[in-house]
């Protein structure tokens, strides 16, 4: 079975600073997707980013990149220039492309921005 | 609509009655999720059915919790005889298929009493 792992509940960062969002998967598969989506207090998860197995380039969009290590099954987020608007929960989620294609979520991690 | 939308969004049940919430899906969406957010165990998947609207492929397999999707856009996750321990915020997600971004409704803060 899929896991996603989170490690950290909890993160916070200085206004305008950076900070890494770490997320491991185990799966046998080698083809899937990986996602970071963002949940603020009104509870509705947001995609920040995706990316697809098969690429070699991590992905990227505007503050936020991702490390995405295949071989060590791994895929931190990275965000620049924190904004408080950046303050929520993260959670990275992975999903199969064959088979029963279940999107599985890690833990989470609740980032915190510092004014 | 243009988005996932959960209704209620905050629901009392009594400890042994039976629940219903509903979710409305994006048109054209083929997988639809339901999902238990708890603080301690993040966000579980209860359910989820893909093209055949008539099948539901259970992620965690309870025989207390099952969804129908009486029309493609449209699904209801059932709580039978709910549990102090069925407490969280229920969310239901939709996918229009392969790699593409799930789009999430606001949730269904379940409190049961």
């Known amino acids: 079975a899929q896991t996603v792992t989170q490690s950290q509940p909890e993160m916070s960062v200085q206004e305008a600073e950076t900070v890494t969002l770490s997320c491991t998967y185990d799966?046998?598969?080698?083809?899937?997707?990986l996602f970071w989506y963002k949940q603020p207090p009104s509870r509705q998860m947001i995609l920040v980013i995706r990316?697809?197995?098969?690429?070699?380039q991590n992905a990227t969009e505007n503050r936020f990149s991702v490390n995405f290590q295949k071989a060590a099954k791994s895929f931190s987020l990275k965000i620049s220039d924190s904004q408080l608007g950046d303050a929520a929960m993260y959670f990275c989620?992975?999903?199969?492309?064959?088979?029963?294609?279940?999107?599985?979520f890690g833990q989470g991690t609740r980032l915190t921005i510092n004014p | 609509g243009a988005g996932v939308s959960q209704s209620p969004r905050y629901k009392v049940a009594k400890r042994g009655r039976d629940v219903a919430l509903r979710c409305d899906s994006i048109?054209?969406?083929?997988?639809l999720y339901w999902y238990r957010q708890t603080l301690g165990q993040g966000s579980e998947v209860l359910t989820y059915?893909?093209?055949?609207?008539?099948?539901?492929k259970s992620g965690r397999p309870s025989g207390r919790f099952s969804a129908e999707r009486p029309e493609r856009s449209v699904s209801t996750l059932k709580i039978q005889r709910t549990e102090q321990g069925d407490s969280a915020v229920y969310l239901c997600?939709?996918?229009?298929?392969?790699?593409?971004?799930?789009?999430f409704g606001q949730g269904t803060r379940l409190t049961v009493v």
């Open positions: 989620a992975y999903r199969c492309i064959q088979g029963a294609q279940k999107l599985v």
């Open positions: 799966t046998s598969e080698s083809d899937y997707y």
């Open positions: 990316q697809e197995a098969y690429k070699q």
């Open positions: 048109s054209g969406h083929v997988t």
């Open positions: 059915s893909q093209s055949d609207a008539q099948r539901d």
């Open positions: 997600a939709s996918v229009l298929g392969g790699g593409t971004e799930a789009f």
